[in-house]
């Protein structure tokens, strides 16, 4: 079952939505709803949730041999 939801927002952020949803080819509301099925309680008991962007780094220098002193000197070298 659908419910009407009021939403008071920047009339400039409205426009933006709008523009978005149509490249997205979805409406406000749909785009609103995947927003806020991601809210769900059950998601904050895990945490935040990771982009794929940072999953797909996840474990990457799992067996790197790249210690502290390694990355202080890249970074004394990076901002000389």
Same mark, same amino acid.
């Given at each position: 079952?659908?419910?009407?939801?009021?939403? #008071?927002?920047?009339? *400039?952020?409205?426009?933006? @939505?709008? /523009?978005? $949803?149509?490249?997205?080819?979805? $409406?406000?509301?749909?785009?609103? %709803? *995947? +927003? +806020?099925?991601?809210? /769900?309680?059950?998601? =904050? $008991? =895990?945490?935040? $949730?990771?982009?794929?962007?940072?999953? /797909?780094?996840? %474990?990457?220098?799992?067996? @790197?041999?790249?210690? =502290?002193? *390694?990355? #202080?000197?890249?970074?004394?070298?990076?901002?000389?």
């Amino acid at each position: 079952m659908h419910t009407k939801l009021t939403l #008071r927002l920047d009339r *400039d952020l409205i426009r933006r @939505a709008k /523009s978005h $949803s149509r490249r997205a080819g979805k $409406s406000v509301s749909a785009l609103v %709803g *995947d +927003f +806020f099925s991601l809210l /769900s309680v059950d998601r =904050e $008991s =895990e945490g935040p $949730s990771l982009t794929p962007r940072v999953r /797909s780094l996840t %474990g990457i220098l799992k067996r @790197a041999r790249v210690t =502290e002193q *390694d990355y #202080r000197k890249h970074l004394m070298d990076k901002h000389r």
